[in-house]
């Protein structure tokens, strides 16, 4: 099999200039056991840069596609080969205002590298397969990624971390990809009970605070030009709760801070409620789908790609399809969609 992809995660976004990092490929196992030999390849990948550079006239190091379509998402504007750790790196900028899109929102979770095998051979320190690497193009790609999986943002110079986005479901995987979405909303129905009960506390001790802090004004002994009345009311507003059960005046910083954080979690609820309607709605939807043909359900293993074997049974088929790694289960599922096409009524 002469043909290569490969999958990287993006590393970081930077919103202001639309520059989309990440690391192209280095000289470390890949999920099928096998290692990009980088002096071999670094090469191949200067020269396919040097074409690009020469025919944009030196305004593209590289072309950026979208899906591995006929979209031109963008262009590679560096490339930087790091030696020291045998490694290939890239900054894209994207042009294509739909692309940006879901590159903003998470959508888009690395890079793909299309291309072949120049050679391979075993690796005789680490039992693995090496290979050289010749590229013929680079995609933005929403392969599905860990559900932990975050990149990182860049926006007035400031960064911070955000989680990619579910990745779409692929023709065929609505019954075994049905129950993750339920438990994904289950899990932002308990955040969201959590968040609750955390502000309801928090405005009931507000609600003593304030209380006390009335009371303890009502209170207060009248105004004393004599040093021992001032130390007096100075005491009685310090002294720890009373026995009557009524709790000390918070500080102006601490009931400012307070309702802070009280505003905040009001936010992250009112930001929650929108997700958990979708989610609602997407399970909604994925349970009126009819299942796919038992015939049509096969598991493809990226080890047997040439063979195309068919599966036994059904539930062996979707035992083994959640079995394989995520990368090469959403190959399986394409492999399967394009076998068996849904006929338009």
């Known amino acids: 099999m002469s043909d290569l992809k490969l999958f990287v995660p993006l590393a970081k976004v930077d919103l202001d200039?639309?520059?989309?990092?990440?690391?192209?490929?280095?000289?470390?196992?890949?999920?099928?056991?096998?290692?990009?030999?980088?002096?071999?390849?670094?090469?191949?990948?200067?020269?396919?840069?040097?074409?690009?550079?020469?025919?944009?006239?030196?305004?593209?190091?590289?072309?950026?596609?979208?899906?591995?379509?006929?979209?031109?998402?963008?262009?590679l504007t560096?490339?930087?080969?790091?030696?020291?750790?045998?490694?290939?790196?890239?900054?894209?900028?994207?042009?294509?205002?739909?692309?940006?899109?879901?590159?903003?929102?998470?959508?888009?979770?690395?890079?793909?590298?299309?291309?072949?095998?120049?050679?391979?051979?075993?690796?005789?320190?680490?039992?693995?397969?090496?290979?050289?690497?010749?590229?013929?193009?680079?995609?933005?790609?929403?392969?599905?990624?860990?559900?932990?999986?975050?990149?990182?943002?860049?926006?007035?110079?400031?960064?911070?971390?955000?989680s990619f986005a579910h990745a779409p479901l692929e023709a065929g995987a609505e019954k075994s990809a049905a129950p993750e979405a339920g438990e994904s909303a289950a899990s932002r129905l308990d955040e969201l009970a959590a968040l609750l009960a955390e502000a309801r506390a928090l405005n009931?001790?507000?609600?003593?605070?304030?209380?006390?802090?009335?009371?303890?004004?009502?209170?207060?002994?009248?105004?004393?030009?004599?040093?021992?009345?001032?130390?007096?009311?100075?005491?009685?507003?310090?002294?720890p709760p009373s026995p009557s059960g009524r709790e000390p005046a918070l500080p102006p910083e601490a009931l400012a801070k307070a309702l802070g954080e009280m505003a905040a979690l009001r936010d992250q609820i009112a930001e929650l409620g929108p997700t958990l309607t979708a989610l609602a709605a997407?399970?909604?939807?994925?349970?009126?789908?009819?299942?796919?043909?038992?015939?049509?359900?096969?598991?493809?293993?990226k080890a047997h790609d040439d063979e195309d074997r068919a599966g036994g049974s059904v539930d062996d088929a979707v035992k083994r399809l959640a079995a394989l790694p995520s990368e090469e289960r959403a190959y399986a599922l394409m492999k399967i969609s394009l076998a068996n096409p849904i006929s338009r009524r």
Do not use: N
């Open 204 to 239: 009931q001790t507000l609600q003593k605070q304030i209380e006390a802090t009335g009371a303890t004004e009502a209170a207060a002994p009248a105004p004393s030009s004599e040093p021992d009345a001032a130390q007096s009311a100075a005491s009685s507003l310090a002294a």
């Open 17 to 75: 200039q639309r520059l989309v990092h990440g690391v192209v490929t280095a000289e470390i196992p890949d999920r099928s056991g096998e290692i990009c030999d980088y002096a071999s390849t670094k090469p191949y990948y200067q020269a396919w840069s040097a074409e690009a550079t020469e025919a944009s006239g030196g305004k593209s190091l590289g072309a950026v596609r979208a899906m591995h379509g006929r979209v031109a998402a963008g262009k």
């Open 282 to 301: 997407r399970v909604a939807a994925l349970e009126k789908q009819p299942l796919p043909a038992k015939a049509a359900i096969r598991a493809v293993a």
């Open 78 to 162: 560096d490339i930087a080969f790091d030696d020291a750790q045998k490694r290939i790196l890239v900054a894209a900028k994207i042009v294509d205002d739909e692309e940006w899109r879901k590159v903003e929102e998470g959508v888009y979770t690395g890079f793909s590298q299309g291309g072949r095998y120049v050679a391979r051979w075993p690796d005789p320190d680490s039992g693995h397969t090496r290979y050289t690497a010749e590229p013929r193009e680079i995609s933005l790609v929403d392969f599905p990624c860990l559900p932990d999986a975050t990149f990182e943002v860049v926006k007035d110079g400031r960064s911070e971390r955000r």
